[in-house]
T-cell receptor
């Protein structure tokens, strides 16, 4: 079975450029999560969606970050303009339901470097 | 506020047992997860506890005490491939949201 698919796997770009990260959740999952992982701050939840609707975006660092989920099989996280401090690994995860023992399944991540 | 504490690093010998502790203070509690993350890879689900007690899954077991805000992950018969970071995550009052600890790096030596 296909897991969560993220693209690109690696992105290196210059400060000020727009960056778009993409995620395809596991088919049938109704929750989608965007995380950022750094050595300093660990794994942080940025935003999550339920049935394509954003539920909680309190973790989004600032207005430069935006996320959309136009349909059940696709989501994007956009950074515009990008800054060096945005360098991190960005993970997308999905789950079926949000309660009980339903775990979140993570994609392989996008390693983002802003020069 | 939210606080999840785990040791930073633990070292153990192949074949031994290691116990990774996690203490938490969160606004509400709706379950605790353990994830394994190998370097450069995604976190993968290991175990889930919502009631007090021990859950066993092969070489891995996880324990929870809700009154003490405490959990541990027990890794038995350690293998070299168990060298990884182990993340404790708590689902608080907000269904869907997980708060992750900083992770415990386990190093297995021959």
């Amino acid at each position: 079975d296909a897991g969560v698919i993220q693209s690109p796997r690696h992105e290196v770009t210059e400060m000020g450029q727009e960056v778009t990260l993409r995620c395809k959740p596991i088919s049938g999952h109704d929750y989608l999560f965007w995380y950022r992982q750094t050595m300093m701050r660990g794994l942080e939840l940025l935003i999550y969606f339920n049935n394509n609707v954003p539920i909680d975006d309190s973790g989004m660092p600032e207005d430069r970050f935006s996320a959309k989920m136009p349909n059940a099989s696709f989501s994007t996280l956009k950074i515009q303009p990008s800054e060096p401090r945005d360098s991190a690994v960005y993970f997308c995860a999905s789950s079926w339901g949000a309660g009980g023992a339903q775990p979140q399944h993570f994609g392989d991540g996008t390693r983002l470097s802003i020069l | 506020g939210q606080n999840i504490d785990q040791p930073t690093e633990m070292t153990a010998t192949e074949g031994a047992i290691v116990q990774i502790n996690c203490t938490y203070q969160t606004s509400g509690f709706n379950g605790l997860f353990w994830y394994q993350q190998h370097a450069g890879e995604a976190p993968t689900f290991l175990s889930y506890n919502v009631l007090d007690g021990l859950e066993e899954k092969g070489r891995f077991s996880s324990f929870l005490s809700r009154s003490k805000g405490y959990s541990y992950l027990l890794l038995k018969e350690l293998q070299m491939k168990d060298s990884a970071s182990y993340l404790c995550a708590v689902r608080d009052q907000s269904w869907g949201k997980l708060q992750f600890g900083a992770g415990t790096q386990v190093v297995v030596t021959p």
